[in-house]
């Protein structure tokens, strides 16, 4: 079975400051993998998703990831945070194929605080 | 293209009571998902229809139960509701593929008593 693991339930940066938000997965094949951002009474945004191509992969708002297969990890930044990046950040995984395609397994989320 | 939505937005029913909830995707999405998120367990997939089959399931139990219709919104239905079952239920709609983004409404918040 797949899993996430984000490490840093909350995470918290000075305006202007890098972002970097940790998330490692386990799986035997390398799935496909996610990152969305909550903001408070809303739904899930996808910021970007890796799905084989490109290991460096660029999103919305100013954010990218690198996949890493031999560290299993997919950690998200972003060079200089601004006051509306404060949300709540999930890391997701979906497998390539067979059982459980189509289903995300998320991670538990990190809360990003950001201070003036 | 209008955004996935959820109906209704806010629900409050009583331990032992039965409800359903809506999605509508998407135009032109086939995929319809549904998540339940809760404080203590996070965001937890329970199911997912494509073409008005269920396609995969998560582990709830078999209170929880959905389908999709032939223009493929969706709907959940939780039976003898718990206390448990107070959550935000998150449904998403994505064209077909695995690699296809999915979008998500912006969930039923369901309380019970």
């Known amino acids: 079975a797949q899993s996430v693991t984000q490490l840093g339930s909350h995470v918290s940066v000075s305006e202007g400051a890098l972002v970097l938000l940790r998330c490692n997965y386990s799986s035997s094949v390398p799935p496909y993998l996610f990152w969305y951002v909550q903001y408070p009474n809303q739904g899930l945004q996808l910021l970007l998703k890796y799905t084989s191509a490109a290991t460096l992969v660029k999103g919305i708002n100013g954010f990218e990831a690198e996949f890493k297969k031999s560290e299993t990890s997919f950690h998200l930044t972003k060079p200089s945070a601004h006051m509306s990046d404060a949300a709540e950040y999930f890391c997701?995984?979906?497998?390539?194929?067979?059982?459980?395609?189509?289903?995300?397994?998320f991670g538990k989320g990190t809360k990003l605080s950001v201070i003036p | 293209k209008a955004g996935v939505t959820q109906t209704p937005r806010y629900l409050i029913k009583t331990r032992g009571q039965q409800v359903t909830l809506s999605c509508s995707p998407i135009s032109g999405h086939r995929s319809v998902s549904w998540y339940q998120q809760t404080p203590g367990q996070g965001l937890q997939f329970l199911f997912e229809?494509?073409?008005?089959?269920?396609?995969n399931k998560g582990n709830f139990p078999g209170r929880f139960s959905g389908r999709q219709f032939s223009n493929s919104r969706s709907e959940m239905n939780v039976s003898t509701l718990e206390l448990g079952d107070s959550a935000l239920y998150l449904c998403a709609s994505s064209v077909a593929e695995s690699t296809d983004t999915q979008y998500f409404g912006p969930g039923t918040r369901l309380t019970v008593l």
């Open positions: 229809y494509f073409s008005e089959t269920q396609r």
């Open positions: 997701a995984v979906s497998p390539v194929s067979g059982a459980g395609s189509y289903q995300l397994t």
